[in-house]
């Protein structure tokens, strides 16, 4: 352990931990600070597109495998929930505090960031409340969430369509899966984060598929991806083999707008392509970013992150740093 750290990284996922991998096989001093609430912690379902071997992983165990390497090389990784950031290169001081998962409580210091925080997902409510769906949410292959990387997992399933944000993101899902079955149907919840608005009805009368409306009351699963079954509030029971979520992600970007750094209109920090944000000394890797939300995505822009930050931190014999991308120690131009 050290007092003073060459970077930090916010965030344990896939990019936070290749990453860290990058910068401490680079005998880079490297301090990650995961505190354990990102999906990937709690992904049962199959990973299918990311290069990994001859065989296919379930996701907390490829981020297991993830970590495990990049402590393997000499990162440090606490479990830990960051509320407080503040500083400037080439002194940043990070500061955490217990939650309802971590027990940390301290403050560390470091010359670079990266902030890898992802997203927050917006679950389905059922009787009300959204915590009710995390059982089905962390059962293997009984519920989906993203089309880009889990639509094959469909292929000839009867599938419920369990809307927690728009018409048109439970419509894109829809249209993602048509590849793969013809059992679509929508189910509307009432009480979803995006209310239901008229003219939105016309686009789901509109389209090819069966469609619902409704509050869930209960949810039961006794053969998860092959019997499982919503019951709403009207009594009505609807069974199928999985469910798919078209749901709201929230970046996590707070900790990274204390010290400034710019994020679009939706809350995604925005970097160059590289990484690169507009603070000076602090970059950003995957979910977080305006990026499609795919492990593959995450540990590469983590690597291309990690990358610019070593060479960005130089070493001793060189007094004038000529970099690969020289640029990458100018200010990011956001216009």
């Known amino acids: 352990m050290t007092d003073f750290y060459d970077t930090i990284i916010v965030g344990g996922g896939p990019a936070g931990a290749a990453g860290a991998l990058h910068l401490s096989y680079h ?55 960051v509320v407080e950031v503040k500083g400037k290169y080439p002194e940043f001081t990070v500061r955490t505090d217990r939650s309802y998962r971590t027990s940390d409580e301290s403050e560390y210091k470091a010359k670079t960031l990266l902030f890898a925080t992802g997203t927050a997902r917006k679950h389905p409510k059922v009787d009300g409340m959204w915590r009710k769906w995390l059982p089905v949410a962390n059962v293997g292959n009984a ?33 993602s899966l048509g590849r793969f079955t013809k059992d679509v149907r929508i189910l509307m919840t009432e009480d979803s984060y995006m209310p239901i608005e008229k003219e939105d009805l016309s686009r789901l009368d509109d389209s090819p598929y069966e469609w619902i409306r409704g509050k869930i009351k209960d949810i039961t699963f006794p053969r998860p991806g092959k019997v499982q079954s919503l019951t709403l509030e009207s009594g009505e029971k609807i069974r199928c083999n999985v469910f798919f979520v078209a749901h709201v992600a929230e970046p996590r970007t707070e900790p990274a707008q204390q010290i400034g750094v710019e994020v679009d209109k939706r809350g995604n920090i925005i970097t160059d392509h590289r990484g690169k944000t507009s603070v000076e000394g602090v970059w950003a890797a995957g979910d977080c970013r305006a990026i499609t939300q795919q492990v593959s995505m995450a540990t590469g822009t983590g690597n291309y992150a990690a990358l610019m930050i070593n060479q960005y931190l130089g070493n001793k014999y060189e007094s004038e740093m000529v970099f690969d991308h020289p640029e990458c120690r100018s200010p990011l131009h956001l216009d």
């Open 27 to 81: 005998n880079r001093t490297v301090l990650v600070l995961d505190r354990g609430t990102s999906p990937m912690h709690f992904h049962t379902n199959t990973i299918m597109n990311f290069p990994a071997g001859p065989t296919y992983y379930e996701g907390r165990t490829l981020l297991r495998q993830l970590q495990g390497v990049a402590k393997s090389s000499g990162a440090e990784f606490k479990e830990a929930d």
């Open 143 to 175: 519920a989906y969430y993203c089309p880009d990387c889990e639509a094959p997992l469909c292929k000839g399933k009867d599938v419920v369509i369990v809307n927690a944000g728009t018409v048109g993101s439970a419509l894109h899902v829809a249209h």
